[in-house]
């Protein structure tokens, strides 16, 4: 049984930085693709940032490029996704999921909130 749990959300003002942080478990994700999505209120679910378990290649959404860093930890089967220069509109439930192909996730945790406060 896969099991992805995030951690590492909170309280923090604008311009403060967090780490989230997700734990996987159930299986192997060589070749698989993890990711972060995030859910604020009222809004759709939306992509964040994705690192292919086995190349480490990167990708980010545009309102994240420069400030959010996506890693991951191989052996300790643990994503990563650290946060700078926080705004309030980065305000929103993080997801950490994974797939077999970038553009549909099979996997997802029940999320992590974070809130920024200006």
């Known amino acids: 049984q896969v099991q992805l749990v995030e951690s590492g959300g909170g309280l923090v003002q604008a311009g403060g930085s967090l780490r989230l942080s997700c734990a996987a478990s159930?299986?192997?994700?060589?070749?698989?693709?993890m990711g972060w999505f995030r859910q604020a209120p009222g809004k759709e679910r939306e992509f964040v940032a994705r690192?292919?378990?086995?190349?480490?290649?990167?990708s980010y959404a545009d309102s994240v490029k420069g400030r959010f860093t996506i890693s991951k930890d191989n052996a300790k089967n643990s994503l990563y996704l650290q946060m700078n220069s926080l705004k309030p509109e980065d305000t929103a439930v993080y997801y950490c999921?994974?797939?077999?192909?970038?553009?549909?996730?099979?996997?997802w945790g029940k999320g992590t909130l974070v809130t920024v406060s200006s």
């Open positions: 999921a994974a797939g077999s192909v970038a553009w549909s996730m099979d996997y």
């Open positions: 159930g299986r192997t994700f060589n070749g698989f693709v």
């Open positions: 690192i292919w378990w086995t190349s480490g290649t990167t």
